[in-house]
């Protein structure tokens, strides 16, 4: 789905705030979804598409919002952001230890 969402997006490029409402649904539903931030340099209205990007994101922050309270919401993203970027980060040095892009010496 994500990989869908990534080429609709890319399709849509000319079609700014479409394509923006692509990403932005591709980021919320999966972090991998923010590839579609690299499709930037392929609009043609670079302020348009910053700006659908930034109204779409709001929406859909604010957008569940309307079935749980703020603080519920707030404190799922919370949560998610404490599990998730410290695996992203190990995963990331991991890898570049093991291809040896990083040198320590103690």
């Not at 399709?11 to 932005?24: G, L, P, Q, S, V």
């Not at 922050?61 to 799922?76: C, G, K, N, R, W």
Request: aromatic share 20%; glycine share 4%; hydrophobic share 55%.
């Amino acid at each position: 789905i994500i990989a869908a969402i990534i080429i609709a997006s890319f399709y849509c490029i000319e079609k700014d705030i479409t394509a923006a409402c692509f990403i932005m649904i591709g980021t919320f539903v999966k972090l991998y979804g923010i590839v579609g931030l690299a499709f930037f340099f392929f609009s043609k209205h670079k302020v348009k598409f910053v700006a659908a990007l930034i109204g779409w994101a709001v929406l859909f922050f604010v957008l569940p919002m309307a079935i749980t309270s703020p603080e519920y919401i707030i404190d799922q993203y919370k949560v998610y952001h404490h599990y998730s970027v410290p695996t992203i980060l190990q995963v990331v040095t991991r890898i570049c230890f093991r291809k040896k892009l990083f040198y320590y010496r103690f």
